[in-house]
């Protein structure tokens, strides 16, 4: 894992606590209850991919999920800042707790509605977004628009803790923000005296191919304040993480309430995460992603090519997006046919759903072992789909 070899943590062993599994990185730790932990490999050693922050030092914190990892950043952001209000994309989905539902416009639309500390930015989306393709700089237009909601906010005398948001927006749609907009993102609630949250729990550990990190895509310079992650350190297991800074961290710890979860950290979950990591490494499925993806890509292209239904495709490494349209030039969504196609692959034993606001992208986001013949079988038969089954003229979507 070439990115993870820039990284490094520092790690230090609570006072009284003895052997590698009593090791933690900068406080607060977990408070462990688990004595069979000390078999395990030191944290810091299984991390070692975090990336270095402006600050340095990187703490973690283990938990179960990918929803308690965002819920504790969210603590992190109010607690370090002193602010309360949070900044998100449009049809962002961030968990199923109720904080995090409060942040999630994919959930909170269709329950209770928006908190007057929530504040949602347009989706950076360059497809069928405010800004796209044809636009000079949609990096700075999108930008602008997180600095008008900081505007609008200090007017009202509300104060921002966070922007938080998904490297690579999922849920709304696989989607790829121009380059440089995390950057002049985070300079805006930087300035306001809030902190960017980085969500990598979908898009993490080498699925995009070019990096270990989804976040990384806006450019080596760009550090997120906290990073959350889940699903894929335990490959489907529970497992789930936050990295922050120190300064964030002592924050937090400064307010005496430890956080405990009876078990984050536990040895068997630990194990899972430190074997998934090693697989990764020593089967090099980042650069597989990589170059399954790419192939996949130009599979998919290809059938754009013939197909008017198929209006966009995008993504990186093995998260990509198949956008389908009703009218090319209105963008309109094929809501409907998305629906029916699924359901037909999921006749020929192909499990794929769709993502969006309109519910029209196709969502290609299978596990890193996916490999080139799996990529052609599954565009193979989307082909017989779209053109009619045996080679007929109708198609099957008729």
């Not at 992190?76 to 309360?84: G, S, V, Y």
């Not at 080498?206 to 699903?231: C, N, S, Y």
């Not at 998934?276 to 980042?286: A, N, P, S």
Request: some cysteine; proline content about 6%; aromatic content about 8%.
């Amino acid at each position: 894992m070439g990115a993870l070899q820039k990284f490094s943590v520092r790690t230090r062993t609570r006072p009284g606590a003895r052997g590698r599994g009593s090791e933690c990185l900068a406080p607060p730790c977990n408070h462990f209850v688990y004595p069979a932990a000390d078999s395990l490999p030191s944290s810091g050693a299984a991390m070692s991919g975090q990336p270095r922050s402006r600050r340095e030092t990187l703490a973690l914190r283990k938990q179960l999920i990918g929803s308690e990892a965002n819920d504790l950043a969210l603590r992190l952001a109010r607690q370090f800042t002193k602010h309360e209000d949070i900044i998100v994309l449009d049809h962002a989905y961030h968990g199923h707790l109720t904080s995090l539902i409060d942040i999630s416009p994919y959930k909170f639309r269709n329950l209770d509605g928006q908190k007057e500390w929530v504040h949602v930015a347009p989706l950076p989306d360059t497809y069928r977004g405010l800004y796209r393709e044809d636009h000079e700089d949609p990096s700075t237009a999108y930008a602008n628009e997180i600095k008008k909601i900081i505007d609008q906010a200090h007017q009202k005398s509300r104060k921002i803790a966070a922007l938080f948001m998904e490297s690579l927006p999922s849920v709304a749609g696989q989607i790829i923000p121009p380059s440089g907009y995390f950057q002049k993102a985070a300079e805006l609630i930087h300035k306001a005296g809030g902190i960017f949250i980085a969500d990598e729990i979908q898009v993490g550990f080498g699925r995009v191919g070019k990096h270990f990190w989804a976040f990384q895509l806006q450019g080596e310079d760009f550090i997120p304040d906290i990073v959350t992650m889940g699903k894929p350190i335990g490959n489907g297991h529970p497992v789930s993480c936050v990295a922050t800074t120190k300064e964030i961290a002592e924050a937090f710890s400064a307010t005496g309430v430890e956080y405990f979860n009876t078990f984050g950290g536990n040895p068997v979950s630990c194990a899972i995460g430190v074997t998934v990591l090693d697989i990764i490494e020593k089967e090099q499925l980042q650069a597989h992603a990589l170059q399954v993806g790419r192939f996949l890509m130009e599979l998919l292209n290809q059938q754009k090519a013939k197909h008017p239904l198929i209006g966009d495709v995008r993504g990186v490494g093995l998260f990509i997006g198949v956008d389908l349209v009703q009218d090319q030039e209105k963008r309109s969504p094929a809501t409907k046919e998305a629906a029916i196609i699924t359901t037909r692959l999921k006749e020929e034993f192909i499990m794929l759903s769709t993502d969006g606001p309109g519910r029209n992208v196709l969502k290609f986001k299978p596990p890193l072992c996916f490999n080139t013949k799996d990529a052609k079988l599954v565009v193979d038969k989307l082909d017989k789909i779209l053109r009619g089954k045996n080679g007929e003229k109708r198609s099957m979507l008729d």
